[in-house]
């Protein structure tokens, strides 16, 4: 019996968007107007590398990078969560799926000592250049018409299934916990008997519910959470009965 836990980072395991906290770095903590209005839909990643070269090119440094993104809050509930799951482990495989980077991930779980919580980070790969610039790319290609280019989850999703099966490993039951527009793809990906789990209030959620006002519902079931001691108590729950 194995339960494999799929987890968003932005706004799911940390209570902020990494990617706009790191303008914390920046000059009077903001950038400018020009570069701020340059991100194109779908290019989010290619946004964020012209965000790095200007910090790089006014003096921000690795460590300063590094000191901000670690004092980036937990969601509420969040801690308890990963302690939990760490202590169960022979139950839980635990996979990180974002649009952030290995970078700023690889600081925060360190940083809190959670990085042996997880199985698998799948992330847009980064890395600090000779020059002391980070640098980021996409983390695949994709044909998938609903995602950013840089990153489809449900492929990343689908793929890593594929590779535990070959290696006899399979899911009771997975759980989806996300909270953005781009956790949507691979919840549809979920099967009866999976639970998708959207934060309360945010994108995934409404666009959920939009489904099944549609007549269009997702085939798992919808658990819907606001502190991860919901989710928690959800785990716990999923170990009695099993």
Not at 123 to 151: D, I
Not at 200 to 219: A, N
Request: with cysteine; glycine share 6%; proline share 4%.
């Amino acid at each position: 019996m194995k339960f494999l836990l799929v987890f968003d980072f932005d706004h799911t395991i940390v209570d902020e968007n990494s990617d706009t906290w790191i303008v914390r770095c920046a000059p009077d903590q903001k950038l400018p107007n020009g570069l701020r209005s340059s991100c194109r839909p779908g290019r989010w990643t290619e946004y964020m590398g012209t965000v790095f070269v200007y910090l790089g090119d006014s003096g921000v440094q690795e460590d300063d990078m590094k000191r901000t993104m670690t004092a980036i809050p937990f969601t509420a509930g969040m801690v308890d969560l990963l302690g939990f799951i760490g202590k169960n482990k022979e139950f839980f495989d635990c996979i990180i799926v974002s649009d952030s980077n290995t970078v700023f991930i690889d600081w925060i779980l360190k940083a809190a000592d959670f990085h042996e919580v997880f199985d698998g980070v799948f992330t847009n790969p980064a890395a600090f250049s000779s020059t002391g610039y980070l640098t980021v790319r996409n983390f695949h290609a994709h044909r998938c018409p609903k995602c950013p280019k840089n990153l489809c989850k449900r492929k990343v999703l689908k793929e890593f299934l594929e590779k535990q099966l070959e290696r006899g490993v399979t899911y009771t039951q997975i759980v989806y916990i996300g909270d953005g527009g781009n956790d949507l793809c691979p919840v549809m990906f979920l099967k009866k008997g999976d639970v998708a789990m959207p934060r309360h209030g945010y994108t995934l959620e409404k666009k959920i519910s939009q489904l099944s006002r549609d007549f269009c519902p997702v085939e798992c079931s919808v658990l819907v959470w606001s502190s991860a001691v919901e989710i928690m108590s959800y785990l716990k729950r999923l170990l009695k009965e099993n």
